[in-house]
């Protein structure tokens, strides 16, 4: 019996199906009567754990989970020690840094020094920042990021983009990447050493699988 | 024109309630089919910035709003530059230690040294076991704290209680209280210092109405 922390939102359903491919079905887990935050697979060799998107990695890192599936983003932004075993194909955006399309700012490094920068990915953001030698004020919120250059907070907000629509609809451009990210396979790594051959089996179905997709 | 943050959430039927009884009509931010994040109210002389819990505090202290209503939880975990101005009496709920009721802790004392203990408010939790000389390990979580324990990954959790009920339903009891919380309005200092009287009309309306409900 093994556990796999499973990300709630836009990651789940792709990956249910991913793990049911496998032969791992936790598909009770996307039925919308369900309140339960763990849920075991139909065939009793595997369980589900339900958490938030940043609590995958905790969960894998301290072995309470001995597999999850998270955003690379996640992964960058919370650094914890978390063996990343497949990219997964699914989910995919990017990590872009976007000010108000009125601003005229065409690129991060034309940003004035010191200007603020609001952001959920504080630590992704301030590594990049560094990197492109630009000292920023980073202010860390919890959602809508879109609002701090709308309010005047911030000049610039580094976020994830899907398909770009909240962008567009409050009128911010992408003026720089950080990263592409999608979904990603991980485990935790002691785990990982003394595993029997079970999690091996489930994570080699899930690399060609993923492969022949 | 000024501006107040309000947190989505559980406190946002009793704050546009509140505002209300004061001649801030926002009661659009509840309807079901609003997806706008700025409401004017209906006088047009305010507008309603709908945030998430924790950036409330952010809004108001960078002055982008000038008052805000939100929890004193969140005021205690962030520690942010906000005036504390009326205590507005809804949203009451405790700041808690709790275990499995199976573990036979009976008071946060009585848990052993660099126990791990899971919490969203892990400042909070800082704070409260060095007051009782306690060396804990914190795991910081993002939702659904109450796995911590049930998972086995953690003793104890640090959260928010209202009815309990989160705490019965997993099987888990409170051994202990770090302090009451209830929905405050802060507003910005420096907005207060240079308020030609518009702010402190509507602080002064809220407090009579707080002291007369």
């Known amino acids: 019996m093994f556990t796999v922390a499973l990300a709630k939102g836009a990651l789940l359903k792709d990956s249910v199906s991913m793990f049911l491919r496998v032969g791992l ?6 039925a919308p009567s369900n309140r339960q935050l763990m849920v075991p697979s139909a065939c009793g060799k595997a369980k589900a754990l339900l958490v938030r998107n940043g609590d995958v990695p905790v969960y894998v890192s301290y072995g309470q989970a001995q597999l999850g599936v998270v955003g690379y983003d996640v992964l960058k932004e919370h650094q914890l020690p978390v063996a990343n075993l497949v990219d997964l194909g699914f989910g995919t955006c990017h990590m872009s840094v976007a000010v108000k399309a009125t601003s005229g700012y065409e690129s991060a490094s034309s ?7 609001a952001s959920k990915f504080t ?8 990197e492109i030698d630009l000292p920023v004020e980073l202010v860390h919120l919890n959602g809508s990021v879109e609002l701090g250059p709308i309010t005047g907070m911030a000049e610039a907000i580094v976020d994830l983009v899907a398909t770009g629509r909240t962008l567009r609809d409050n009128g911010l451009v992408e003026i720089d990447e950080l990263f592409h990210s999608s979904a990603r396979l991980v485990g935790h790594p002691l785990s990982l050493r003394l595993d029997n051959g079970d999690l091996q089996k489930i994570i080699e179905a899930i690399q060609t699988q993923t492969l022949t997709n």
């Open 111 to 117: 940003l004035p020094a010191n200007c603020r920068v």
């Open 123 to 130: 630590n992704c953001a301030r590594a990049f920042f560094e």
């Open 25 to 30: 079905d936790f598909s009770e887990v996307l």
